[in-house]
């Protein structure tokens, strides 16, 4: 599945961002959804993950409360409504797509996922 994020770009901290995930493909509902990002001088890391049907997500603890990950299978693209942003959260922050059965547990790990977007650009000023 090709897959095309959007939607960084800089702000304050304390600001709201949503990026957008959008795929080519007509399958987009046979995968799972997950978002990871990547700082400055960082390895990759897990942020979110949402199930085939939207029903089940999963969150880092570090943004826990402030991000939301949801999708919309009509569309094909999947969302990460990011609030309360800090400096820290600075990073590209990648969507990728997991084939999973329905009932299977979501993944945190990289290597799970089948295919990934470009990236997109978050910077958060102080």
């Known amino acids: 599945v090709q897959l095309q994020a959007s939607g960084g770009g800089l702000v304050q901290a304390g600001d709201s961002l949503r990026l957008s995930c959008k795929s080519s493909?007509?399958?987009?509902?046979?995968?799972?959804m997950g978002w990871f990002r990547q700082g400055p001088g960082k390895e990759r890391e897990f942020v979110a993950a949402v199930s085939r049907s939207g029903a089940r997500t999963l969150y880092a603890d570090s943004v826990k409360g402030r991000f939301t990950i949801s999708r919309d299978n009509d569309q094909n693209t999947a969302y990460l409504h990011m609030n309360s942003l800090k400096p820290e959260d600075t990073a590209v922050y990648y969507c990728a797509a997991d084939r999973l059965i329905m009932s299977a547990p979501l993944h945190i790990d990289a290597s799970e996922y089948d295919s990934w977007g470009q990236g997109t650009l978050v910077t958060v000023s102080s």
């Open positions: 493909r007509r399958a987009f509902n046979l995968y799972a």
